[in-house]
Antibody
């Protein structure tokens, strides 16, 4: 496990862009997938998307048109942008480290950020 | 998209009892199923990886089994600190998905 610390704006108006960053302290940045996951109030977990150290991304089709995940390997950080937010995007957003096996197969999430509560309200 | 269905949704259990939570996948996912524990206002914590492998530091009362489409998380001898919501997660196919969660309450 490695510590992940995340930050970003917690209150947005409809149509604005959500922007969060997650810093990775310790461990190797390569050899893992770096993920964003969200949890609406009182509900379950939804995977948003992932990036590897080379910048290859995969997104949940339900959000793909609005999501961008990027990486800055020089700072050991990765970021999430979600455009045109609505009240339905109100949630706690988590960053998480995902295991990357040989051949690119995915595994478990072994390290999580502390979560950022994002509220979308006019 | 692979759908994970957990049962039950809620369980009220006496300390020292055995708890069994199941997770059924809509398609064969091999061993790519993992279990997490989440307490209120906390991040999820990994308990079991790849269906049956205990994660480092997790108490031995937590165990997992299964493969393919049917998986089980067992807590053998529930303790008060185990009150939480438990989620299964599949990483075999994109998009990655989670079960809806099982809330375990201590009687």
């Amino acid at each position: 496990q490695v510590p992940l610390q995340q930050w970003g704006a917690g209150l947005l108006k409809p149509s604005e862009t959500l922007s969060l960053t997650c810093a990775v302290y310790g461990g190797s940045f390569s050899g893992h997938y770096w993920n964003w996951i969200r949890q609406p109030p009182g509900k379950g977990l939804e995977w948003i998307g992932e990036i590897d150290h080379g910048g290859s991304t995969n997104y949940n089709p339900s959000l793909k048109s609005r999501v961008t995940v990027s990486v800055d390997t020089s700072k050991n950080q990765f970021s999430l942008k979600l455009t045109s937010v609505t009240a339905a995007d109100t949630a706690v957003y988590f960053c998480a480290r995902g295991r990357k096996w040989v051949g690119g197969t995915r595994g478990h999430f072994d390290s999580w950020g502390q979560g950022t509560r994002v509220t979308v309200s006019s | 998209e692979i759908v994970l269905t957990q049962s039950p949704d809620f369980q009220s259990v006496t300390p020292k009892e055995k708890v069994t939570i199941t997770c059924r996948a809509s398609q064969n996912i091999g061993p790519g199923l993992h279990w997490y524990q989440q307490k209120p206002d906390q991040s999820p914590k990994l308990l079991i990886k790849s269906a049956s492998q205990s994660f480092s530091g997790v108490p031995s009362r937590f165990s997992g089994s299964g493969s393919g489409t049917d998986f089980t998380l067992t807590i053998d001898g529930l303790e008060a600190e185990d009150a939480a919501t438990y989620y299964c997660h599949q990483s075999s196919s994109l998009p990655q998905t989670f079960g809806q969660g099982t809330k375990v309450e201590i009687k």
